[in-house]
C-alpha cells in the first residue's frame, strides 16, 4: 500500500492516546489520512484528536475499552456509519505486566489477555470484514513485540499475548493475501513510551527502585514513540510480513531464528543478572533502614 500520500484515505488506530498509537495517529494525519482513534484514557484521547485536527485532518475519536466486546461491536457500528470501510487498520492498544508466571493470577491473566490478545482480534473481527466486502486493497497493523518471538520469564503473560498477536497477523496475512490486504506484524524493541511507568510489577520486579531502574533503561535507550511511527509507515509501504523496531529487536529477531540456543542461554544469564541486582538492591535497602 502506498503510504506517501494518504489523502481521502481513512486510518484506525486504538490505544492512541499516547506513546507509539499517539504518534502514529498523528504520522498518517501529515501523510493526509483521515483518523479515527479510541483509547480508554479520554483525557489523552482528546489531546491527540486536537491534535489531528490541528494537523487539517478530519478525526473521529471514541473512549473505548478494547477488551470489552460490545464496546468494539458499538465503536464499529459508530465507524461504518462514517465510512464503508477503513482502508488503515492498526491494532495497537496494549499493557504491560512485569511478572514470572508463578507471580501471575488468574485476574491478571484475564486483564493483559483481555487488552493485548482480545483486543487484537476483536479489532480485526469488526473491521477487516468490512475491508474485505469493499475490495479496496488497504493493510492491517497488529502491534505484537520483540517480546512475542522472544520469550522472558520476567514478562511471561505479556510475551504470551505477544507471541498470540505474532501468530494471528502471520495467519491472517496468508488469507488476507488474495484480497490484496497487507497484514504486518510490528514488533518494537526497548521504546521509551508511558507503558514503562503503568505496568504493574509483581514479585523481584516489584521490589523498590526495581521498576525506576527499568524506566531509566528506556529513557536512556530513548527510542522514541515518533520513530517508531516512520518505521511503520515503511513497513506499511512495503507490506513486510515482520517490523521488528530497534536494532535490539533485530539483533533478537535474527538469532532466535538462527541460533535459538543462544537466545534461550542470554535470557537466564539475563534473568540471573536481574535477580542478583535486585536482591542486592533490597539488601542494601533493608540494611539501610535497620540502622536508621
Known amino acids: 500500500m502506498d503510504v506517501t500520500n494518504l489523502n481521502s484515505k ?132 497488529n502491534v505484537s513485540s520483540a517480546a512475542g518471538y522472544v520469550a522472558s520469564e520476567s514478562l511471561a503473560a505479556y510475551s504470551t499475548t505477544k507471541f498470540g498477536v505474532f501468530g494471528l497477523s502471520e495467519a491472517l496475512r496468508t488469507e488476507l493475501e488474495r484480497r490484496n490486504i497487507g497484514v504486518t506484524a510490528v514488533c518494537p524493541g526497548i521504546i521509551n513510551t508511558p507503558i514503562t511507568r503503568s505496568s504493574p510489577m509483581r514479585g523481584l520486579a516489584a521490589t523498590p527502585g526495581a521498576q525506576e531502574r527499568m524506566v531509566k533503561l528506556y529513557e536512556r535507550r530513548n527510542y522514541t514513540p515518533e520513530r517508531v511511527a516512520e518505521n511503520i509507515l515503511k513497513a506499511i509501504q512495503f507490506n513486510r510480513a515482520v517490523a521488528p523496531i530497534s536494532p535490539e529487536a533485530w539483533i533478537m529477531y535474527y538469532l532466535k531464528r538462527f541460533t535459538p540456543w543462544l537466545v534461550a542461554a542470554l535470557n537466564r544469564s539475563m534473568a540471573e543478572r536481574m535477580r542478583r541486582e535486585i536482591e542486592a538492591s533490597t539488601a542494601s535497602n533493608g540494611s539501610l533502614g535497620a540502622r536508621r
Open 10 to 141: 481513512t486510518a484506525l488506530v486504538t490505544g492512541a492516546a499516547s506513546g507509539i498509537g499517539k504518534a502514529t495517529a498523528l504520522a498518517f494525519a501529515r501523510r493526509g489520512a483521515n483518523l479515527i482513534v479510541c483509547d480508554f484514557n479520554e483525557q489523552g484521547l482528546a489531546t491527540t484528536e486536537q491534535a489531528i485536527r490541528d494537523l487539517g485532518s478530519d478525526v473521529f475519536a471514541q473512549k473505548v475499552d478494547v477488551s470489552k466486546r460490545e464496546q468494539m461491536e458499538g465503536f464499529a457500528a459508530a465507524v461504518h456509519q462514517r465510512v464503508d470501510a477503513v482502508d488503515i487498520l492498526m491494532n495497537n492498544a496494549g499493557v504491560g505486566l512485569g511478572a514470572g508466571f508463578l507471580e501471575t493470577s488468574l485476574t491478571d491473566w484475564d486483564w493483559i489477555v483481555g487488552i493485548n490478545l482480545m483486543g487484537v482480534i476483536y479489532g480485526c473481527h469488526y473491521f477487516v470484514p468490512r475491508m474485505v466486502e469493499h475490495k479496496r486493497g488497504g493493510h492491517v497493523v
